[in-house]
């Protein structure tokens, strides 16, 4: 059974910095693309950034291109968000899933992240 668990978030001011992570487990990962996506209070769930496989590739939603850096290592069944010039509009629940651009799994806890101007 694949279980993810995102951590990292937490409470940043407009302009600020935040890494979070995502450790997959129940499954060999390596072979996938995984994204991160994010849910804001009161709307949908969306899609922010995706990683290939191989890491050669990625894709970012228009709003955080050129902020936000997805990466990833195999070996540790991680991938990565580095998200600077963080703005008050990415408060949101931060989540990954298994899937280049669309989630494939069960969706875990996710980590919260606040960002106040």
């Keep these: 059974q694949v279980q993810l668990v995102e951590s990292g978030g937490g409470l940043v001011q407009a302009g600020g910095s935040l ?14 693309g995984m994204g991160w996506f994010r849910q804001a209070p009161g709307k949908e769930r969306e ?5 290939s496989w191989s890491g050669g590739s990625t894709y970012y ?4 291109k ?10 540790k069944n991680t991938v990565y968000l580095q ?3 963080l703005k008050p509009e990415d408060t949101a629940v ?15 806890q996710g980590t919260q992240v606040t960002v106040s101007s």
């Design 83 to 85: 998200m600077n010039s």
């Design 47 to 51: 899609f922010v950034a995706a990683i």
């Design 61 to 64: 939603v228009d709003s955080v």
């Design 19 to 32: 890494r979070l992570s995502c450790v997959a487990s129940g499954g060999t990962f390596s072979s996938y």
């Design 94 to 108: 931060y989540y990954c899933n298994v899937g280049y651009t669309i989630p494939t799994v069960a969706w875990g």
């Design 66 to 75: 050129g902020r936000f850096t997805i990466s990833r290592d195999n070996a």
